[in-house]
């Protein structure tokens, strides 16, 4: 089964809003992005709104004709907002004001008592919950606790390990992460991965048999300026199949 690839359109707003114009408009990207093949669609809703916005969302749901992920902090600002959307998948991250992007993975263990009611409240509005976490066995056990039917395994240290040259740091990395993978699989649960994923970076992460879906976006979005939003895409989506169909690891 190869993984499906949900094209996360954060930065073409990202560039949009350094200018405070109109364009480019991140909807047409999410639009050529599935005409080139994506499978899914997925956008931040960051509480600063530092890129995506409100009106995106709304847009998003209504004028894409593939599944939105919306990825969320645990707050009630947040959860209004998924709620009134009602997005085919809600992704709950952790956020900080002061980071880049997204620093680690989301502390499912040590905020059980917290995110139970932002999971519950979104299964019981017809989203599918996932949880942003490492491939860790204490945070697979919460979020599985937690009655999340998804994880979203950060492949950030890895992808920056790999862009770094220090293979070997690499390879321990994506060790846990194919641990985790297999342990969550065991445990029911469906298991995506991300973040920091490249054209170099993606097959040993796409070929683990476990990963159903894989979000990709600031490299999307970066080397469109390049190659175009639908050549990245294609290309991207190809190296995820070779990857299943050569077993490389």
Excluded: W
Aim: glycine share 8%; charged share 20%; proline share 3%.
């Amino acid at each position: 089964m190869i993984p499906r690839l949900g094209v996360n359109i954060d930065h073409v707003a990202t560039i949009r809003n350094a200018r405070g114009v109109a364009y480019p408009d991140p909807v047409r990207a999410a639009q050529m992005a599935v005409a080139a093949g994506a499978d899914g669609i997925t956008a931040h809703l960051r509480e600063d709104r530092r890129h995506i916005s409100d009106a995106d969302i709304a847009r998003l749901r209504q004028e894409i004709s593939v599944p939105l992920n919306l990825e969320i902090a645990a707050t009630e600002e947040m959860l209004a907002i998924a709620l009134a959307a009602k997005p085919h998948a809600a992704c709950i991250v952790p956020e900080k004001r002061e980071e880049r992007t997204t620093e680690g993975g989301l502390d499912a263990a040590g905020q059980h008592n917290h995110l139970a009611h932002y999971v519950r409240a979104l299964q019981e509005n017809g989203s599918r919950v996932s949880l942003f976490i490492e491939a860790d066995r204490t945070q697979i056990d919460a979020a599985k606790a937690l009655g999340a039917p998804v994880i979203e395994l950060h492949t950030g240290a890895y992808a920056e390990h790999f862009f770094a040259g220090d293979m070997e740091q690499a390879e321990l990395v994506l060790q846990q992460i194919r641990e985790g993978a297999r342990y969550g699989a065991s445990l029911g649960l469906e298991i995506h991965a991300g973040h920091g994923l490249t054209f170099d970076s993606v097959k040993p992460v796409a070929v683990i048999e476990q990963i159903r879906e894989l979000n990709i976006g600031h490299f999307l979005v970066s080397e469109a300026i390049f190659g175009g939003i639908s050549s990245v895409v294609q290309q991207m989506k190809d190296l995820i199949a070779q990857a299943r169909a050569e077993g490389v690891s």
